[in-house]
């Protein structure tokens, strides 16, 4: 089951563009425009698994919002071009999740939201990609119901395609993320264990190399 | 130099020359006081062996016929005093004058005492006229008074030394020096304590300045005085608070800005990493272009606004002419015409050849702003009124019309009271605060009048 993501955002241009990268992260989105609107569906629909509200909007403003939101035990992250502290620590102490603030990189929103997901138990325990299923719980990975044994590494590295499929990632960020932000070793143990996947999972076709970006995981 | 040094020298000095001249003329004063007392002591001393000889001559030697001249000669020998001169006059026989000493104590001659111009001594209360001369004699001064007794028949000197007064004046003008020298040095630390107490004002002042220069602009000067330096505090007290409101402003107005900019920026950069790093249909990608494109656009706009506000803002050169009302708004009409026509909405002119004087450019613009915002706050079908009345320009619609508590907002840069509305038809809420700011530089009076559901009514007063 996919988990929802309710998000309300007045402009137009950054909801649809929070809603295309869900959408490609196996989210479903679904976008309103209005504070007042928003907490009035709540009523109808309230099965969200995560909120993502910008601080101004019309209607009702972000805080206000966040009230409802708690009465239905929908978790929130702020979205805001105010970056002074007050507004940060408002935000928080009023109960959201978590605060991100405009420009953001579309990568960290979606972490974030994974990580709030995960705090929340909300989130998916089983990975499904292709053919290929993900056990996050008991770290196993089964190819048509096979279980196929990998390395610590590989599983790390599989785990982040698979959680952010369609989306390239950089072999930066890879270490980064794997091997922690010390990691002083070359990029190309990232290029390695990436091959080791492609053979393992036979996913040669699907782990494609986008040029001057990093390695992208497609399901299309 | 410090003004404070600069003020004690100047201070200094004139005292100095003050207290010299002064000094001078007193010393002066006093110096013939001096001489002229000296004098009148010789005088006295002449007077008393004046008196001497003639009382005595009347009393005894007279009675017992002895010669004036024997007498004379007995008399200062008794004396005996190094002061007198005593001289007969002889005149013989073809006129030429001769003399024999009588006596003389002195250590001059009669030859040296006749060589001397003589003054009168005014307060003289003889017969016979008195006179009077100072020398200096081996490098002591001398008064010496000169008379006749008996029909000019003798003539007697009388030396005083008056040394002493040059003595006494020498000593008297090293303490007029001294004691000027004393004062002035007093004065000098006086004058530094009471200058530096004053002057203190002024530093805090130049402190102050500075602590504002560094960007502390809520910092006040304390002035309790009333004097100049007084006024100088307070009028520095209100420069900086019109600083500080200044600063308060350029800073709201930035942050608006980068709120401005950081919107368009999020939806832009977000799309294009988009773009680079997943993987999307067609579809999505010609999504996400067109978003960019109308983002960049949004900028576009709302840059070239900050730029005519800022240039405005520096007055830049604006071209006052004659321009009639018709010409005006037949400009208007064709800039609006597409918009209106979108909307169908009609735009009724009235005017009757009124003629304004301005920049015709940025009232063109300021029209079409308020024109546009007017069709933006009505429906499909309505109508706007263009009128001109006097020195009046009317801009009137039927639309949404404005809050009353949001009237005085609106002129603020960025401020939108629907900002989604807004930011839909591009706008980033610029347009009526360069509109406030035109009509200010050409000294329009802008009033607004509106009511909720009915419609507003811009009236623009040329002065």
């Not at chain 1, 959408?23 to 989105?29: F, G, R, T, V």
């Not at chain 2, 005014?122 to 004699?137: C, F, M, N, R």
């Not at chain 2, 002024?202 to 602590?211: D, M, P, Q, Y």
């Not at chain 2, 920026?265 to 799309?271: K, L, P, R």
Request: hydrophobic residues 40%; contains cysteine; proline residues 1%.
């Amino acid at each position: 089951m996919r988990n929802r993501i309710l998000i309300v955002e007045d402009e137009e241009a950054i909801a649809k563009m929070i809603s295309l990268n869900l959408k490609l992260a196996d989210y479903d989105a679904t976008i309103l425009m209005d504070g007042k609107e928003a907490a009035d569906s709540l009523l109808m629909d309230n099965q969200y698994d995560l909120a993502i509200l910008d601080i101004m909007l019309p209607g009702m403003d972000g805080f206000e919002l966040l009230e409802e939101m708690k009465k239905y035990n929908i978790p929130v992250i702020f979205l805001t071009a105010k970056t002074d502290i007050g507004s940060k620590i408002q935000g928080l102490r009023g109960g959201a999740e978590d605060y991100i603030v405009k420009p953001f990189d579309v990568l960290e929103l979606l972490v974030r939201i994974e990580k709030v997901l995960e705090r929340e138990n909300k989130f998916n325990h089983v990975l499904k990609v292709l053919d290929i299923e993900i056990n996050l719980d008991e770290h196993t990975v089964f190819k048509n119901g096979e279980e196929i044994p990998l390395k610590n590494m590989e599983y790390e590295l599989l785990v982040i395609l698979a959680k952010n499929k369609n989306i390239a990632i950089s072999r930066e960020k890879l270490i980064s993320m794997i091997w922690g932000p010390n990691f002083s070793g070359e990029t190309r143990t990232v290029d390695v264990h990436i091959g080791w996947l492609r053979k393992k999972l036979g996913l040669s076709n699907h782990i494609k190399t986008i040029s001057k970006v990093g390695y992208r995981l497609e399901d299309k | 130099m410090k003004l404070r040094t600069r003020i004690i020298w100047i201070n200094c000095i004139l005292f100095l020359i003050a207290s010299f001249v002064t000094e001078l003329v007193i010393w002066c004063i006093t110096a013939d006081s001096k001489r002229e007392a000296a004098v009148l002591r010789g005088y006295e001393e002449y007077h008393e062996m004046f008196s001497y000889l003639s009382d005595n001559y009347e009393r005894q030697f007279k009675e017992d016929g002895h010669n004036l001249s024997v007498y004379m000669e007995y008399m200062l020998k008794s004396r005996n005093n190094d002061y007198d001169v005593c001289y007969e006059l002889q005149n013989d026989k073809e006129g030429s004058e001769s003399y024999r000493e009588i006596y003389n104590g002195t250590i001059l001659t009669i030859g040296q005492l006749k060589k001397y111009s003589y003054q009168n001594v005014k307060e003289a209360q003889t017969e016979y006229p008195v006179h009077y001369t100072i020398e200096t004699i081996k490098s002591r001064r001398y008064v010496i008074i000169r008379g006749s007794m008996y029909n000019n028949e003798f003539e007697l000197y009388h030396i005083r030394d008056i040394t002493y007064v040059k003595d006494e004046l020498i000593e008297l003008a090293f303490i007029m020096v001294l004691v000027a020298a004393v004062v002035a040095v007093m004065a000098i630390i006086i004058l530094n304590m009471i200058l530096k107490r004053e002057f203190k004002a002024l530093h805090n002042l130049s402190k102050s300045a500075e602590l504002i220069a560094e960007g502390e602009y809520s910092h006040r000067v304390e002035m309790t005085r009333k004097d100049e330096i007084g006024i100088l505090g307070d009028n520095f007290n209100k420069m900086a608070e019109a600083v500080e409101k200044r600063t308060e402003n350029l800073t709201l107005f930035m942050g608006n800005l980068t709120h401005e900019l950081k919107t368009p920026m999020t939806a832009i950069s977000g799309y294009a990493q988009t773009l680079l790093s997943a993987n999307l249909s067609e579809e999505e990608k010609q999504e996400a272009l067109m978003y960019i494109y109308k983002e960049c656009g949004r900028i576009e706009r709302m840059s070239e606004k900050m730029l005519k506000l800022l240039e405005i803002d520096s007055s830049m050169d604006m071209e006052f002419k004659e321009v009639t009302a018709g010409e005006l708004f037949d400009d208007v009409e064709v800039i609006c015409s597409a918009i209106l026509e979108n909307k169908s909405i009609t735009l009724t002119i009235r005017e009757q050849g009124e003629v304004f004087v301005t920049d015709r450019d940025l009232m063109t613009d300021v029209l079409v702003n308020l024109v546009d915002n007017a069709i933006k706050a009505s429906e499909k079908g309505q109508t706007i009124i263009l009128m001109a009345e006097g020195q009046t320009i009317y801009v009137q619609d039927f639309g949404k019309g404005i809050p009353e508590e949001e009237l005085e907002n609106i002129l603020e840069p960025f401020y939108m009271i629907d900002k989604s509305r807004s930011r839909k038809s591009g706008g980033a809420g610029l347009g009526l605060a360069l509109t406030a700011l035109i009509l200010e530089k050409t000294n329009v009076v802008l009033n607004i009048e509106s009511e909720v559901g009915k419609g507003s009514r811009f009236i623009l007063q040329f002065v």
